[in-house]
């Protein structure tokens, strides 16, 4: 059994899957609340069952929740010694496209949006993730369906294009290729951190 964690979104999303079946899910939205609703959630989803391993997802998204998925993770992963891998964002919300080509588009910070397109059979991004303002993303994302809280952003920017409002959902792990659940349990940004070190001047 692998239990799946998504924090990165306002979605609060845990799942528990095994093989290609999903065994059961909790699926809420709590915008800011994840610190304090997904153990809980996790807990409520295993029911005294024990995951042979666990997904997380790295980002991108906020920075609080990536953080918030990676440290319950982590701490799961050293109290059970069981493995931990990851996966992201964009890839889990394209696997909502229903076997078509889509692009991803998150809300961050600064107006700006987290952009990634992905090709369908199999699911494969088909270029790097960018974080940038809705008017240069629209220049770079082709005009198909877009998925994630940016998606109305990047259309409107664009003048065409599907809209779908979407959070990503752990269950859809399930319909993730191997490639993109093997990313390393580390916090997938997009863009720099907003707070840069203080320059030092040397003394002599």
Same mark, same amino acid.
């Given at each position: ?9 306002? $979605? ?136 994630? &809280? ?6 409107? $920017? ?45 003394? &002599?």
């Amino acid at each position: 059994m692998i239990l799946v964690i998504e924090t990165a979104t306002p $979605a609060c999303s845990v799942a528990l899957i095994e093989k290609d079946a999903l065994l059961d899910e909790r699926h809420e939205i709590v915008g800011r609340g994840h610190a304090e609703r997904l153990l809980p959630l996790i807990e409520d989803l295993l029911r005294g069952r024990r995951p042979d391993s666990i997904l997380v997802d790295v980002g991108p998204g906020s920075f609080t929740g990536v953080r918030v998925g990676l440290a319950a993770a982590q701490g799961l992963r050293i109290g059970w010694r069981v493995p931990l891998h990851g996966f992201s964002s964009t890839a889990l919300l394209a696997a909502q496209a229903g076997g078509r080509e889509a692009a991803v588009a998150i809300a961050g910070g600064h107006g700006q949006l987290f952009v990634q397109s992905f090709g369908h059979d199999p699911l494969v991004p088909l270029g790097s993730l960018r974080s940038l303002p809705p008017e240069e993303a629209a220049r770079v994302i082709a005009p198909h369906a877009v998925l994630g &809280s940016g998606a109305a952003a990047l259309v409107a $920017a664009r003048g065409r294009g599907e809209v779908v409002d979407a959070l990503p959902r752990a269950a859809d792990a399930l319909f993730l290729p191997e490639a993109l659940i093997a990313l390393p349990p580390r916090p997938i940004y997009g863009r720099p951190p907003d707070a840069k070190p203080r320059s030092t001047t040397a003394v &002599s």
